[in-house]
């Protein structure tokens, strides 16, 4: 059984005040045993998080530089962020491909700087909108993950994120039947061109306007080991409803 992921990506957003009021929310959440709920501040508020926020929670940065240390005007290399014991990064956010352009390339060689480095990484992909009207969600998502694949040397440390980009602050999700069907098909793809036991063994999570009234339904697919949550994880009460939403996962799953 694979262990469920619940990361927050809380974006560029949150004051001083504003951190230290959902931390204080989130670590009056009593996280289930059988969950790792990871939480992605900005970089600005990781130190302040990492140190007042309870285990089990795990910290997350929301990017690293596909550089390393050196004359880097404005990064943050991966090998700082293990320094700073910080555990996880998020790669390939659709925001980074379209706002920043980062492509398949550069986030399979992020992948690669993340890992060697020594950090666990949250990788995403995910269609747009005018990929899934033209029947191009798969094709787009394979693309995605070989360039992911191809950079990974230890599926331990890795978390697939399906986050359909049209889905993503918008209000609009994938109904829990698509959701399953990338997934399971994600899965078969790592099993065709990585192995059997990586197919069944890494999580896949989805992101994409999970909120507190849709994760149980969501989760409920068999192939949905968990989410990676927007908006509706600045709210203390709300992320708790969707860390705790595995433990309403029907048993026959």
Same mark, same amino acid.
């Given at each position: 059984?694979?262990r469920?992921?619940?990361?927050g *990506?809380?974006?560029?957003?949150g004051?001083?005040?504003?951190?230290e009021?959902l931390?204080k929310?989130?670590?009056?959440? /009593?996280v #289930?045993?059988n969950v790792?709920?990871c $939480?992605? #501040?900005?970089?600005?508020?990781?130190?302040?998080?990492?140190?007042?926020?309870?285990?089990?929670?795990?910290i997350?940065?929301q990017?690293s530089?596909l550089?390393?240390?050196g004359?880097?005007?404005?990064?943050?290399?991966a090998?700082?962020l293990k320094?700073f =014991?910080?555990?996880?990064?998020?790669?390939?956010?659709?925001?980074r491909?379209?706002?920043?352009g980062?492509s398949? /390339?550069i986030?399979?060689?992020k992948?690669t700087?993340a890992?060697? +480095?020594g950090?666990?990484?949250? +990788?995403?992909?995910?269609?747009t909108l =005018?990929?899934r009207k033209? *029947?191009?969600?798969?094709?787009v998502?394979y693309?995605q993950?070989?360039?992911i694949?191809?950079?990974?040397n230890d599926?331990?440390r890795v978390?697939?994120?399906? /986050? #359909?980009?049209?889905?993503?602050?918008t209000g609009?999700?994938a109904?829990?039947?698509q +959701?399953?069907?990338v997934h399971?098909?994600?899965?078969k793809?790592?099993n065709? *061109?990585v192995s059997? *036991?990586?197919?069944?063994? $890494?999580r896949?999570?989805?992101?994409g306007?999970?909120?507190?009234n849709?994760c149980?339904d969501?989760i409920n697919? #068999?192939d949905?080991? %968990?989410?990676? $949550? %927007? %908006?509706?994880s600045?709210?203390?009460?709300?992320?708790?409803t969707i860390i705790?939403?595995?433990?309403?996962?029907?048993?026959?799953l």
């Amino acid at each position: 059984m694979r262990r469920f992921f619940i990361g927050g *990506n809380w974006k560029c957003n949150g004051s001083r005040a504003s951190v230290e009021q959902l931390v204080k929310k989130l670590n009056a959440v /009593e996280v #289930p045993q059988n969950v790792d709920a990871c $939480v992605a #501040p900005t970089f600005l508020h990781l130190n302040y998080v990492q140190a007042t926020l309870k285990k089990p929670y795990l910290i997350s940065a929301q990017n690293s530089s596909l550089t390393g240390n050196g004359a880097f005007t404005g990064e943050i290399s991966a090998p700082m962020l293990k320094d700073f =014991d910080i555990p996880w990064v998020i790669l390939g956010h659709s925001e980074r491909r379209q706002l920043y352009g980062e492509s398949d /390339e550069i986030v399979g060689k992020k992948t690669t700087a993340a890992l060697q +480095a020594g950090l666990s990484v949250i +990788a995403c992909l995910g269609e747009t909108l =005018d990929e899934r009207k033209a *029947n191009k969600t798969l094709e787009v998502c394979y693309r995605q993950i070989k360039a992911i694949a191809s950079s990974v040397n230890d599926w331990d440390r890795v978390v697939i994120a399906y /986050e #359909p980009v049209w889905a993503i602050g918008t209000g609009l999700n994938a109904t829990p039947g698509q +959701a399953q069907e990338v997934h399971i098909a994600l899965r078969k793809w790592l099993n065709d *061109n990585v192995s059997a *036991n990586v197919a069944s063994s $890494v999580r896949i999570i989805y992101g994409g306007s999970v909120k507190g009234n849709n994760c149980v339904d969501l989760i409920n697919q #068999p192939d949905v080991d %968990g989410f990676l $949550v %927007g %908006g509706a994880s600045l709210s203390g009460e709300e992320f708790a409803t969707i860390i705790g939403s595995p433990s309403k996962r029907a048993s026959k799953l």
